[in-house]
């Protein structure tokens, strides 16, 4: 299959980030985010635009990707790749594609918060759910471009929680497996090696 063009962000402009948390040093792109609740950790963002033509009217679709990992790792990532602000990932990495996995349950043993994130409606903020009344969980992940992985969505029926609800029960402890607008993966990266051999979940 044709590979994707994963383009790094660039975390400046990122909606509400605190700029004094993009890394800098010399000889690395300002493209490592670090992470505000865990000193020596950081991640990098990039996304993917594609074109649905499976409705009436076409439309683009950005598949966000996260790659997180401890600040060195990412900082030899960086380099050894030699990425900057919109380098595409396919090119400088490796040829890939992002996928869309959704199921009816958390991605993890067990749910905790911003372990596995909802799929939600961008319009009104709120959690989506299958005709039974579960929650979608959706992520997205980096694959070989060879790879035969497709994206595996789950149909929804109508709308939950708002996510706010959803998250503040999540941290409480009273959000169930079954009850954000792009929703990320998280790939570290000496993990995309290993990603490109996973087959998804079933739906």
């Known amino acids: 299959m044709t590979p994707d063009r994963i383009l790094v962000n660039d975390p400046a402009l990122a909606k509400g980030l605190d700029h004094s948390r993009i890394y800098s040093a010399e000889g690395v792109a300002p493209i490592i985010v670090l ?3 865990k000193e ?3 991640s990098i963002l990039a996304s993917s635009s594609v074109w649905d033509f499976t409705t009436d009217f076409p439309k683009e679709i950005t598949k966000p990707l996260m790659i997180p990992g401890e600040l060195d790792t990412l900082v030899k990532f960086v380099q050894d790749h030699n990425l900057q602000v919109g380098s595409d990932l396919s090119v400088n990495f490796k040829p890939m594609r992002l996928v869309v996995v959704e199921k009816e349950s958390d991605f993890f043993v067990t749910p905790r918060a911003f372990s596995s994130k909802p799929k939600i409606n961008p319009s009104t903020g709120k959690v989506l759910v299958t005709e039974a009344g ?3 969980f959706r992520k997205i992940k980096a694959v070989d471009a060879a790879s035969e992985i497709v994206d595996v969505t789950v149909e929804h029926s109508g709308e939950g929680m708002s996510l706010a609800e959803y998250l503040v029960g999540l941290a409480k402890g009273q959000a ?6 792009q ?7 000496d993990e995309l090696e290993k990603q490109s051999v996973e ?5």
């Open 35 to 37: 992470n505000a609740n």
């Open 40 to 42: 020596g950790f950081g």
């Open 134 to 136: 579960k929650v979608i």
């Open 176 to 181: 169930t497996q079954n009850t954000q607008s």
């Open 183 to 189: 929703e990320t993966s998280e790939a570290a990266p």
């Open 199 to 203: 087959e998804p979940a079933e739906a």
